[in-house]
């Protein structure tokens, strides 16, 4: 069964500092990836998805993450972080168990980001 | 434009009640999805509506829940009897009908159900 590990449950990081979350999925077939950021008392919004092509997706924040086929993973970074990127983040892949894939998403565990001043 | 809405936004019940759980998906958005965060672990798929077909309901935990979706418009998430276990965040979220897979899913705020 599909399944997606975020090997990070809190990451703590300062202000301006670099970031990195990881992501990694078991798979054998093709999946589409996405990032979604859940603000404090707010929904799940999508941050970025990568479905083919260049394996380096950007969101309009700053934020990117890269395709590695080789290493099943989805890794998310932010060169410098905000105050206001504190939120939780989840990875997630679109399950490929159907032939027309369905849109069923399959989540990780979530990584709480905390940027501290 | 409305995004999805989930309505309550918290609810409290004993052990034993019935709770329902309601979602307005984007108008036109023919894809729906229930979602449940257990606190401490991922966001698992619960079931996915087509209009008002259930495409997939294999992540159903059991019985005891009934998703409807007349009309292909809102949805509606029934527990009855609800359980301690049955403590969580339940999230709705939609998209279009077209290539589902790769389709933007929306996602309501989630109702934080807590069963005591």
């Known amino acids: 069964a599909q399944s997606v590990t975020q090997l990070d449950s809190q990451v703590p990081v300062f202000e301006e500092a670099p970031v990195e979350l990881r992501c990694n999925y078991s798979?054998?077939?093709?999946?589409?990836l996405f990032w979604y950021v859940q603000y404090p008392n707010q929904g799940l919004q999508l941050l970025l998805k990568?479905?083919?092509?260049?394996?380096l997706v950007e969101s309009i924040n700053g934020f990117e993450a890269e395709f590695n086929k080789s290493q099943t993973s989805f890794h998310l970074r932010k060169p410098s972080v905000h105050i206001s990127d504190t939120a939780e983040y989840f990875c997630?892949?679109?399950?490929?168990?159907?032939?027309?894939?369905?849109?069923?998403?399959?989540f990780g565990q979530g990584t709480t980001l905390q940027v501290k001043p | 434009e409305a995004g999805v809405t989930q309505f309550p936004s918290h609810s409290v019940i004993e052990k034993g009640q019935t709770v329902t759980l309601r979602c307005d998906p984007i108008?036109?958005?023919?894809?729906l999805y229930w979602y449940r965060r257990v606190m401490g672990k991922e966001i698992k798929f619960l079931l996915h509506?087509?209009?008002?077909?259930?495409?997939?309901e294999s992540g159903m935990p059991n019985n005891r829940f009934l998703a409807e979706r007349t009309g292909g418009t809102y949805s509606t998430l029934k527990v009855q009897p609800a359980e301690l276990e049955d403590s969580g965040v339940y999230f709705c979220?939609?998209?279009?009908?077209?290539?589902?897979?790769?389709?933007?899913?929306?996602f309501g705020q989630g109702t934080r159900l807590t069963v005591v």
């Open positions: 979220a939609s998209s279009h009908a077209q290539g589902a897979g790769n389709t933007e899913a929306f």
């Open positions: 990568y479905l083919s092509g260049s394996t």
């Open positions: 997630a892949v679109s399950d490929p168990g159907r032939s027309s894939n369905t849109g069923k998403l399959i």
């Open positions: 798979s054998s077939v093709s999946v589409y």
């Open positions: 108008s036109g958005h023919d894809n």
């Open positions: 509506f087509v209009k008002e077909s259930k495409q997939d």
